[in-house]
């Protein structure tokens, strides 16, 4: 059974930093890509950040690019987000998941991340 945890959200100041971990189990977590993902009230889904299964062709939207970092540790099965120059707009629940960005594989709960001075 697929298992994702995302931990490392709260409250950030307006250009301060967050490190997003997830914690994966049930699947053989080094032979798939990963992604980051969010959602803010009332706005839709956004894919955020990709990774392939070795740690190869991170993917950033262009929301984030420059300011959000994604790895990887397969030896501890877990992907992370180093998210800096952090803006009130990336306020959001932000979810890890299993594949690739945009492709619809489970994801965790969320974990929330707001950002406001």
């Known amino acids: 059974q697929v298992q994702l945890v995302e931990s490392g959200g709260g409250l950030a100041q307006p250009g301060g930093s967050r490190r997003l971990s997830c914690a994966a189990s049930?699947?053989?977590?080094?032979?798939?890509?990963m992604s980051w993902a969010r959602q803010a009230p009332g706005k839709g889904f956004e894919w955020v950040s990709g990774?392939?299964?070795?740690?190869?062709?991170?993917y950033y939207a262009d929301s984030v690019k420059g300011r959000f970092t994604i790895s990887r540790d397969n030896a501890k099965n877990t992907l992370y987000l180093q998210m800096n120059r952090l803006k009130p707009e990336d306020t959001a629940l932000y979810y890890c998941s299993k594949g690739g960005p945009g492709f619809p594989g489970p994801r965790g709960r969320g974990t929330q991340v707001t950002v406001s001075s």
């Open positions: 990774i392939g299964s070795d740690g190869s062709d991170p």
């Open positions: 049930g699947f053989t977590f080094s032979n798939y890509a």
